[in-house]
């Protein structure tokens, strides 16, 4: 995050991003892992958890 802040930047054509960017980003990660939490509660309440296992046993032919 700090090469576009270094002296290499301008040799590299790197540009800093604008602060909207990091304002955006403070508040779209926390909502992101928020709404992954949320899913992953839901689907374990819906689906339950298998046994151990339970996918890999598999039936001989």
Do not use: C, D, H, T
């Amino acid at each position: 995050m700090m090469l576009p802040f270094s002296p290499l930047a301008n040799q590299l054509g790197f540009v800093p991003l604008p602060l909207k960017f990091f304002g955006l980003l403070i508040v779209m990660l926390p909502l992101y892992l928020s709404l992954v939490e949320f899913g992953k509660r839901w689907f374990y309440r819906r689906y339950g958890a298998l046994p151990l296992g339970a996918v890999a046993r598999r039936q001989p032919e």
